[in-house]
């Protein structure tokens, strides 16, 4: 016996939510299998939890400013009047995790979306299984969002176990004194921010010569000269090989040289997708070679009726990604708009690293690589005036990437104070297709870090 559906989501994650809800508005009947806490990875471990601790690292550094500001920041007798809980901090952010998981539980129960427990598995092109505690159950759906998301990889090298991947950052009891992060990306940019802000001495491992390799090279360079002055030790150009216990946990080079002493190895060096166990196989669902299951511009994976989102595409591993695209998804397939979808172009992001990035469409060489002599690239580099008292001065970038006769802006790239809040307005302008007689006509709000935007030249 099959229960029948309008849509079924495999993954309770923030695009299959997203795409349960916005399609149980227009009538459908929805339902949504996941067999962990909803929220995906963003929720639980990911986006708000890593949000937390870089809030708490952000207080750290304004706690150092405080006596550029007349402020004391000692007690009686000399004694530092001012400590930081790991403990607490991590009861608060799991708790506020915790409190989101309720809230997205209620509110498919207030949109009338089903949830279920278990793990989901394809038997056919319309047919899912569903295998918890209580047994199997199996659902028929007209169609079905495969939304199951990733999850961090660990590096195929001995002594891999003796790391932890960034789920695993979540669970530290205490803070490292020592800590080793070894990637490139988000993750690796962010997590060491963290941790070096909170007081633990961090080594950046990376393969190549800079962090964010696919990021414009002014917010890389400008970030590692940062990370420099806050005693992060960078190594570059450098492949791990081996893990291993001695002094403390060692790690070798391919050059044969041996780093030691470290009490964490955090790996973050990439992600992979939650493809298998799902039955791809016995629908008929392609992959590309790393498992990422393949989609057109409309979410349609090969198999007709069965769409997927987020992170396991491999395209735009971001969550307001995913969101969008399961929201869109819907809109085209029970909202009647047809054509609907989401354009994966002029996408923000931001990365909340010390100090934050935030970027929104070319970069300078893919600019230039498109559009040749056609492009002018306008820059900015000065010293926010929050730091003007303070014994600390990291500099604040900017970069408009513009192209043709009009300036039309192809790419807008930040690091400083506030690059985080100040993007998203930005964004909106530049995906309208703002030039730069646009920026230059609008009028600067002062004293700000955002009014450089409107005054480069």
């Known amino acids: 016996m099959f229960e029948q559906y309008d849509l079924i989501v495999i993954g309770g994650g923030s695009g299959g939510l997203a795409c349960a809800q916005r399609a149980a508005e227009y009538g459908a009947r929805a339902v949504v299998v996941e067999s962990h806490r909803l929220g995906g990875t963003c929720v ?10 870089w809030n708490a690292a952000r207080i750290a550094g304004g706690l150092e400013d405080a006596a550029s500001y007349g402020f004391s920041v000692v007690g009686p007798a000399g004694k ?6 790991w403990g607490a901090l991590r009861k608060a952010r799991d708790a506020y995790v915790l409190r989101l998981n309720g809230i997205y539980e209620h509110n498919l129960a207030k949109r009338k979306v089903e949830l279920r427990r278990g793990r989901a598995h394809l038997r056919s092109r319309d047919t899912v299984a569903v295998v918890n505690d209580s047994g199997e159950a199996v659902l028929r759906g007209g169609r079905i969002v495969l939304a199951t998301g990733g999850r961090p990889i660990m590096p195929d090298i001995p002594g891999c176990e003796l790391g932890i991947s960034s789920d695993g950052f979540f669970e530290l009891q205490q803070l490292p004194r020592r800590v080793a992060v070894v990637g490139s990306g988000y993750v690796a940019a962010e997590l060491s921010g963290v941790l070096a802000a909170l007081g633990a001495q961090v080594t950046l491992i990376l393969r190549a010569d800079r962090v964010l390799r696919d990021f414009d090279v002014t917010l890389a360079q400008g970030l590692m000269e940062e990370m420099t002055v806050q005693g992060i030790q960078v190594v570059k150009n450098t492949t791990l090989v081996r893990a291993q216990r001695g002094e403390g946990i060692e790690l070798t080079t391919r050059q044969g040289q041996c780093l030691r002493g470290f009490d964490a190895v955090l790996w973050a060096v990439g992600r992979q997708p939650n493809t298998d166990n799902l039955g791809l196989d016995k629908a008929g669902v392609a992959t590309d070679a790393e498992a990422f299951i393949l989609t057109n511009a409309y979410q349609d994976t090969n198999v007709a009726g069965i769409h997927a989102i987020g992170d396991v595409t491999g395209r735009e591993a971001l969550t307001p990604v995913a969101i969008a695209a399961g929201r869109r998804l819907s809109d085209r397939v ?4 047809q054509g609907r979808h989401l354009a994966y172009e ?13 970027t929104v469409g070319l970069t300078e060489a893919a600019a230039r690589e498109r559009h040749g002599d056609a492009v002018r690239v306008y820059t900015t580099d000065f010293l926010p005036l929050y730091h003007g008292p303070t014994q600390h001065k990291p500099r604040s970038r900017m970069k408009l990437v513009t ?11 930040v690091i400083g104070p506030g690059a985080d809040e100040m993007l998203q307005g930005f964004a909106v302008a530049i995906r309208m297709g703002a030039t730069k007689d646009d920026f230059d006509d609008t009028v600067a709000i002062h004293p700000t870090n955002a009014e450089e935007m409107v005054t480069m030249r």
Do not use: W, Y
Request: proline share 9%; glycine share 14%.
């Open 44 to 53: 639980n471990v990911g986006c708000v939890p890593k949000k937390i601790m």
């Open 346 to 358: 002029m996408i923000p992001t931001v990365i909340f690293s010390h100090p934050p990035i935030g």
């Open 403 to 413: 192209t043709g006769l009009e300036r039309r802006i192809v790419g807008c790239h």
């Open 80 to 85: 530092a009047a001012i400590a930081h809980d």
């Open 334 to 337: 029970f909202g009647g708009q």
